[in-house]
């Protein structure tokens, strides 16, 4: 496997386009939006120049990470040689299910064709190509450079052979895979999910202002972060993926905090749009938190 075709060059595709092309992979980053492919680009010269400093890189693996990605705004034109494609575009069904119908078209029926969707059904979205075994779910976490783990999600029509060789080329990629299979929250969400809705629902229900519950995750718990910054890093996927588990399971336990529901209406989705739970405003403040994740 040589060149992987990632499409959505946002903040996970920038993120696996990042990691393969340091491992040495052609990547060929698509986009439908230039804006996304340039801002895409721009993050990830940034995140290895934060490598460089720190010393984890060289200045050749700069270059070389650079010089292997080439972008592209056509899917039919992006795809053209891909061993694999991985697919990180926005989280909603319908436009999912129409890449993966394009894919079907432009592919070789041999290119193994993964998706890094949280919480959409991998069976789903096989059910719309031509030997669906070759569909899988490649569930990287954010920030993709840094995060070991990568979900491994076997659709119901999944084979043997390409669940090896996915989990094998993420090892590769210095990650650590586990395999899980394809319910609804696959395994990350399904756990992670809830506890951010109960944060949310203890803001909503007064019980503790938004520094208290995270201040309590955090020092007592052992978090890295607390829940509701990061529900913000995650932004309105949160509230696709609660909505996903509850239609999915039909048990109101995963229905979303009207609070969340309200907050993604009201377009305050946390980091991206520079106000959630935390005001990101102040574009300094936002760099501080951003840094302390990384
Ligand atoms: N953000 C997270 O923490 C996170 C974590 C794990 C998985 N995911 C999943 O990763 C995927 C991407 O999420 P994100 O946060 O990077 O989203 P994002 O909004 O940052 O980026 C999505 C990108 O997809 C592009 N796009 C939309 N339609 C397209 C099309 N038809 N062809 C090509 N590009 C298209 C958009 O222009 C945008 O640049 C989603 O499925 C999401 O559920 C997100």
Do not use: W
């Amino acid at each position: 496997m040589k060149t992987i075709a990632v499409i959505g060059a946002g903040t996970m595709g920038n993120g696996i386009a990042h990691t393969f092309a340091q491992s040495g992979f052609v990547v060929k980053l698509i986009d439908v939006s230039e804006k996304s492919l340039d801002k895409g680009m721009a993050t990830i010269a940034a995140n290895l120049d934060r490598m460089l400093a720190k010393g984890s890189i060289t200045q050749e693996d700069v270059a070389k990470t650079i010089t292997n990605i080439i972008t592209y705004t056509d899917i039919k034109d992006g795809v053209v040689g891909a061993d694999l494609v991985v697919e990180a575009a926005t989280e909603n069904v319908e436009l999912k299910l129409n890449i993966f119908k394009q894919l079907n078209e432009a592919c070789s029926h041999n290119t193994i064709l993964a998706t890094n969707t949280s919480s959409i059904s991998i069976t789903q979205i096989g059910s719309v190509v031509a030997h669906p075994e070759r569909v899988i779910g490649m569930h990287f976490m954010n920030p993709v450079p840094i995060m070991k783990l990568v979900e491994i999600i076997r659709g119901y029509n999944t084979s043997d052979e390409v669940t090896k060789i996915i989990m094998d080329l993420s090892v590769k990629l210095g990650k650590t895979p586990v395999e899980v299979n394809d319910y609804p929250g696959f395994v990350a969400n399904r756990i992670l999910m809830p506890m951010l809705n109960e944060a949310i629902e203890t803001l909503y229900n007064k019980v503790a202002g938004v520094y208290e519950i995270d201040t309590v995750m955090k020092l007592g718990m052992g978090h890295p972060m607390g829940p509701l910054q990061l529900a913000d890093f995650i932004g309105p996927v949160c509230l696709a993926i609660l909505n996903v588990m509850y239609e999915g399971f039909k048990n109101p336990k995963y229905a979303p905090c009207p609070l969340l529901v309200n907050m993604v209406r009201a377009g305050k989705l946390g980091v991206k749009s520079g106000e959630g739970f935390y005001d990101y405003s102040e574009s300094k403040k936002a760099e501080k938190i951003s840094k302390q994740f990384l």
